[in-house]
């Protein structure tokens, strides 16, 4: 078991960035799955980005391609998402999520970390 903590939001300027910190407790964190996911005002949550438990095979939403980099410190139970390029849309409320290696879905959630791009 897992669980995350985000950090690092905040208000920027349309073509800023800024970094996004998880810090995730737990003794087994090198065997979960790590992904962020974002949800918008008035619009469903939305997948963002994943890093397999490996450190290999990072996954991105096609908006965020060439803008938004995932990495992991499996020693330091860390996650991070480097997000460049930053556009209004991508406004939203992000949130953290850890999946066992085991399972399908993603089970655990951290409370989330507002971002803000102004125009």
Known sequence: QVQPVESGGGLVQAGGSLRLSCA???ST????HMAWFRQAPGKEREFVAAMRWSNS????????K???TISRDNA??????????????????????????STTSYDYW??????TVSS
């Open 24 to 26: 995730a407790s737990g």
């Open 29 to 32: 964190f090198r065997y979960f």
């Open 57 to 64: 095979s990072p996954t991105y939403a096609d908006f965020v």
């Open 66 to 68: 060439g803008r938004f």
């Open 76 to 101: 330091k139970n860390m996650v991070y998402l480097q997000m460049n390029g930053l556009k209004p849309e991508d406004t939203a409320v992000y949130y953290c999520a850890a999946r066992h290696i």
């Open 110 to 115: 951290g409370q989330g970390t507002q971002v």
